[in-house]
Structure formats: C-alpha cells, structure tokens
C-alpha cells in the first residue's frame, strides 16, 4: 500500500465506494463524482487529500481542509476539518492509521494547531478510530460528537 495524494483519476473510485458506504447506512452526505471532485479533490480550502492505493485499487482517502468562517460544521476558523473513507473491503487493516501519518504531517507543515472531526453520534467505529489517533471530544451537538486533535509542533 502507497498513500500519495489524491488527483481527478481518483475520483470515481472514490465516488464508488462512498456509494457502498451510503447503502449500508456509514454515509448521508452526496457520494457522487461531482461532489468529490469539489469537496475533497478540488476544494478551496483544501489543505490535503491522502489516497491510499494499493495495485491500482483506492483503498480510502483522507481529506484536511482549513474551516473558514460560517462553516457549516461550526468549527473554529483556521482549525482544521477532517474526513476519512476507506473502502468497505478495505476496513480495519490499518488504512486508515496510514493515512493520518501523512495528514498529520501535512497538518503541522500547513501550520494548523488544531483538528476537527466530526463524527455521528452513533458511528463506534469512526468514534473508535479517532480516539485511537489521539483525537478528543471536546464538544457534542444535537447527535455528532466533534473531537479534536492538538497539533504538536
Ligand atoms: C472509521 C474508519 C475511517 C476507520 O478506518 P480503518 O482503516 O478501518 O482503521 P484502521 O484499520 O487504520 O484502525 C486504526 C484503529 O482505529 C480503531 N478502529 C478502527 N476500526 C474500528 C472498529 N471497526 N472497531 C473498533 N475500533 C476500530 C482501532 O483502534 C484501530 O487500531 P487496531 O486495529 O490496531 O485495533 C473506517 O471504518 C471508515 O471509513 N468507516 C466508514 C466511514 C466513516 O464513518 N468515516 C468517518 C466519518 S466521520
């Protein structure tokens, strides 16, 4: 497995596994090309997209985007703002510990103090997987849970 960073020939990949993860209930926001594209590839306010790749298959991604003022997660402007998806196939063979080595990374380079992620309320592995990077809840609205991650530098 190679962990790069993402590109536009990533894209479908990704869009086809975000749309297993929507059918078995783990996503509610848009998985098709387009919003991909926009949100995690080409996003304004992107600081990294990390793709993990394995003989070609795109096994998961991990976006870092700087919040910017209004966002609609509420997170602090100029925190950062993490999302991470890893193939359903792919899960719980350490993915997803690879991508944040490099996120965390480019975190500290991109001058970040702090990481959001916001996770569902009822998502144990998402929960599960975040605590294991060090992150910690620190706030709880209506049915998420936003932990946070200190950036050391
Ligand atoms: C949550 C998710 C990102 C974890 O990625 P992953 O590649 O499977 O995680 P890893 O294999 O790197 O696991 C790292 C650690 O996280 C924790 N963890 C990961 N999956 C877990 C699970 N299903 N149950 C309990 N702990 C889990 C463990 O501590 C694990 O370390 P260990 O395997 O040595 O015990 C992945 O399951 C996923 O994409 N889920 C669906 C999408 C989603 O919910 N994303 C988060 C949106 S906020």
Not at 39 to 57: L, M, P, R, T
Not at 59 to 79: H, M, T
Request: charge should be negative.
């Amino acid at each position: 497995m190679i962990v790069r960073d993402g590109t536009i020939e990533d894209v479908e990949q990704i869009s086809a596994f975000l749309q297993q993860l929507t059918a078995s209930g783990k996503r509610t926001r848009p998985d098709d090309e387009a919003f991909v594209r926009a949100n995690y590839i080409e996003d304004a306010d992107k600081i990294c997209c990390a793709v993990a790749e394995e003989d070609g298959v795109v096994l998961g991604f991990q976006s870092l985007k700087r919040a910017r003022a209004g966002n609609e997660w509420g997170v602090e402007p100029g925190w950062g703002i993490i999302g991470t998806h890893i193939r359903p196939s792919a899960a719980r063979r350490g993915v997803g510990r690879a991508l944040f080595a490099v996120t965390q990374a480019r975190a500290r380079d991109a001058g970040l103090a702090h990481i959001d992620a916001t996770i569902g309320a009822t998502n144990p592995e998402a929960l599960s997987y975040y605590e294991a990077m060090g992150f910690q809840t620190y706030r709880t609205p209506e049915g998420s849970v936003c932990k946070r991650f200190d950036v050391s530098t």
